[in-house]
């Protein structure tokens, strides 16, 4: 169904929670339109992401190549260089633009390392607006430093008429982390129930369905199993900027094949492919991606629909709310039992300088190897 490509590790925020911008690609090798154009059309949700892909000079080729390959084309940015991004909303209104946003002005600065970042976005989505834009919106990464500051992100979303995403600290080669955990499992579990109560209050449909998703997100944060089974590699895939294609952003025994090498119809067929299937199946990782997520959470025979388990929990405690009355969270996460976390303390790169690794063709690009989430 979906399909996300990485199109360069490039970026220019130096977030503390992802290490992309410490381990930057080679502009000359990274992935090309003419590789995308491989790509078959009938993808529901096709997300061009980074690093920063307004890094990209040829982003807006990339766009023209992806474009009609996908019932929606998405664009994930920090929001630095949202002018690059006008001329691309303007040809095609209806794209998907989501913007990294960590929290209210200090906190968004602090934790993804960009000075005057929260100014430039704001500013950044006005002219995203302005252009014509009509599916825009802001994506957060919840952790303990803006925990606390979700329901007031999500305030200033409805306020924008923008679209708020969330997802929370996840270890995978696509952040070169191993060591994001959270301090207070429960506390920034209690302030998502905040943001679900918030959303099933909206009378945006999509707002419903998101606090489905961000159930899934407090069971993640607790520590506890998956609201349901991971089908990576069968309704997801993940192309690196070197063409590489995986079956999620976490492993990195999964692979699917190389895009660069052989056809997609060849990759999806691969003993390969078929072997990290198996292995999703077996996935003994606790990890909620938006990305993976959204895809379990959807009708495989028909994408833009949810699942019977899903809309069930939507309509019951749509009512529940519009009765004034308050979501059961104890029937579905339990707070007696709260995962132990390792104390490992994020630190801010707003003023501290990082040297950064370039990455090669040649090089091993996933030093780490095994990734651990729970």
């Known amino acids: 169904m979906d399909l996300s490509v990485i199109t360069t590790y490039r970026c220019n925020s130096n977030c503390q929670m992802c290490y992309i911008w410490q381990n930057p690609t080679r502009p000359n090798e990274e992935i090309q339109a003419e590789t995308l154009a491989k790509l078959p059309a009938g993808f529901d949700n096709l997300n061009l992401t980074g690093g920063e892909p ?11 190549t992806v ?8 664009i994930s940015s920090n929001g630095l260089h949202a002018y690059r991004l006008v001329e691309i909303v303007r040809k095609h209104p209806d794209i998907k633009i989501r913007f990294s946003i960590e929290g209210k002005d200090v906190a968004n600065n602090s934790i993804r390392g960009e000075w005057d970042g929260f100014r430039k976005k704001m500013e950044g989505m006005k002219r995203l607006k302005e252009a014509g834009g009509k599916d825009l919106g802001f994506a957060t990464v919840i952790q303990d430093e803006n925990a606390a500051q979700l329901v007031e992100l999500y305030g200033l979303s409805c306020e924008m008429g923008l679209e708020l995403a969330t997802s929370t600290l996840h270890n995978g080669w696509q952040f070169f982390k191993n060591d994001n955990y959270f301090y ?13 109560a918030a959303m099933l209050k909206s009378r945006s449909v999509k707002a419903w369905f998101r606090a489905y998703l961000n159930l899934g ?13 991971c089908t990576a590699g069968t309704d997801f895939a993940f192309i690196d900027p070197w063409g590489d294609v995986w079956a999620c952003n976490v492993r ?40 993976t997520a959204r895809a379990a959470m959807r009708s495989r025979r028909l994408p833009f629909l949810p699942k019977l388990r899903v809309l069930e929990w939507v309509i019951k405690n749509k009512i529940r709310t519009a009765l004034g009355l308050n979501v059961r969270f104890d029937r579905y996460v339990d707070y007696s039992n ?17 040297p950064r690794k370039v990455l090669a063709e040649a090089d091993k690009h996933y030093a780490l190897e095994e990734f651990h989430n729970r």
Request: hydrophobic letters at 40%.
């Open 184 to 196: 207070d499992r429960a506390r920034a579990a209690r302030e998502v129930e905040k943001l679900i």
């Open 338 to 354: 709260v995962a132990q976390s390792p104390s490992v303390q994020r630190t801010s790169f707003l003023d501290r300088p990082f």
């Open 67 to 74: 474009y009609p390959k996908a019932r929606i084309t998405e």
């Open 252 to 291: 990195t025994d999964v692979p699917l094949g190389n895009l660069k090498r052989q056809s997609w119809a060849q990759i999806l067929s691969s003993e390969m492919a078929q072997d990290s299937v198996r292995k999703v199946a077996q996935c003994p990782q606790n990890c909620w991606m938006v990305t």
């Open 54 to 64: 307004t890094l990209r000079r040829d982003l807006p080729q990339l766009v023209e």
């Open 217 to 229: 997100l407090m069971r993640k944060i607790l520590g506890q199993d998956r609201l349901m089974p």
